[in-house]
């Protein structure tokens, strides 16, 4: 009786045409992402032979840290253009999503521009081994400024390629955007398998290069084929198609996204520069060890949840408010078993190290394990609260929380240094904002899950 139950639920579920698009998102996500998985950890020990030098691989992974940054200054246009083009693709209003397909890019075009040119100039005056706590023994200063324009001028083109990621999950593919992901990491790590420089500063600029056509080249092929392909083809972007309304109305929905985008970036991925800075660019191979492993789990997690953020959106717009109500309950249960596997890794963690990193295998300290599978299982749940809340397009909480986070971070743990403490203060610094956030929004979403239905 009990599967006859389940079975019988299943087979409802597989009936609706949209729940069996988000099972089959799902469903290609992980297999997809397990493969990711795999690239990724296998990455670790390919990067530590190809730069031969904790530092500069230290500094590598803050470079790429840094530039996820700079995705900010769309100004949550991408965001805004997933939720209002998943609005407009479900009542069929397609004259309307190309109004907001041609604003997107106009607009980031205008932004683009004038940004690279500054960012592109600043380089020049900025002493990088300073910056990145470096020796100019290790790698020169000329160099790493060079590396660090190509790396800008390739992600400014990313700026406007990466437009189709959010149509595609407009396009309820978002499985899609995981295939392109994937590429863009193998791409990489087939250079650095099959070709190293003379120095470390030859390879850092090779990879810089190898690193932009990896992450563009992918994103301009696929938008090409979508652009030329139903629905899409109704949608073409065209300078015409730029109505003040739907640039007003995405960029005022961006803004929100953005500056909830900007304090979590500002609030997650300063870690590897403070950990440079404050205390050793050495730490921070070791904070990544950490942070790759109990990421992992997440990562896995978040798959399903990758589908979910247009999938509530889609509910929002026809008034499915109880499915909203089941999507948050089902998410939030699969979200404590997630942090159940966090705590559980921990016991094996010195194995898991010693097969991945071999000879480089760092010794494992159970404080700063048990401090990471904390801040992983925090960080799945505000995920989850994340992604219903940025569906019904909802974000003011974010921006309060993560704003007051990031603004106190830097000093909190510059006194934490001053102190004495650990470097992995940074991460019980980060877990503390988020349990009180995923406290907070928790219960806000349920009053107003409540008060859709009443």
């Not at 299943?10 to 795999?38: C, P, T, W």
């Not at 190509?150 to 149509?167: A, M, S």
């Amino acid at each position: 009786m009990f599967g006859q139950k389940y079975l019988l639920r299943l087979k409802k579920i597989m009936s609706d045409a949209d729940e069996r698009n988000l099972v089959r998102n799902i469903l290609l996500a992980f297999l997809v992402k397990g493969i990711s998985l795999f690239v990724s950890l296998f990455s670790m020990p390919l990067y530590i032979k190809y730069f031969d030098d904790n530092a500069a691989l230290g500094m590598w992974y803050t470079i790429l840290s840094m530039l996820s940054w700079i995705n900010l200054c769309d100004l949550g246009l991408g965001n805004g253009l997933r939720n209002r083009l998943t609005e407009a693709l479900a009542l069929r209003q397609y004259e309307k999503a190309k109004e907001y397909i041609s604003a997107t890019y106009t607009v980031l075009c205008r932004i683009i521009l004038p940004i690279s040119v500054a960012i592109c100039i600043l380089l020049q005056f900025i002493n990088f081994n300073n910056f990145f706590n470096i020796s100019n023994s290790i790698v020169d200063g000329r160099i790493i400024k060079v590396a660090m324009t190509i790396l800008v001028l390739g992600v400014c083109i990313n700026f406007i390629v990466k437009v189709i990621t959010n149509v595609i999950y407009a396009l309820q593919k978002s499985s899609l955007n995981n295939v392109l992901a994937l590429i863009s990491s193998i791409l990489p790590l087939i250079f650095i398998s099959v070709f190293k420089g003379q120095d470390v500063s030859s390879n850092l600029v090779l990879l810089s290069i190898v690193h932009i056509i990896s992450i563009n080249l992918p994103l301009i092929v696929v938008s090409i084929i979508l652009f030329n392909s139903e629905p899409l083809n109704k949608c073409k972007p065209s300078f015409k198609n730029v109505s003040k309304e739907a640039t007003n109305d995405t960029l005022i929905l961006g803004m929100h996204f953005f500056l909830a985008q900007t304090f979590f970036m500002l609030l997650m991925q300063t870690n590897e520069i403070i950990i440079t800075n404050l205390f050793s660019p050495d730490y921070v191979v070791e904070y990544s060890i950490y942070y790759k492993l109990f990421t992992a789990i997440g990562s896995l997690f978040m798959l399903a949840l990758t589908p979910m953020w247009s999938k509530v959106t889609k509910d929002f717009t026809e008034r499915k408010y109880q499915k909203i109500k089941k999507t948050h309950r089902l998410l939030s249960f699969v979200a404590l078993l997630a942090c159940a596997l966090e705590l559980l890794v921990v016991p094996f963690l010195q194995i898991i190290v010693n097969i991945w990193l071999q000879e480089d295998a760092i010794i494992i300290d159970d404080k700063v394990a048990i401090l990471f599978a904390v801040y992983g299982g925090l960080y799945i749940f505000n995920v989850v609260l994340t992604t219903i809340a940025n569906g019904i397009g909802e974000v003011r909480s974010q921006m309060v929380f993560y704003g007051i986070g990031a603004i106190l971070k830097l000093p909190v743990i510059f006194m934490s240094r001053n102190i004495g403490l650990h470097w992995s203060a940074v991460v019980a610094y980060t877990s503390i904002i988020l349990l009180l956030f995923c406290v907070y929004q928790f219960i806000w979403l349920n009053k107003k899950i409540e008060k859709l239905l009443a």
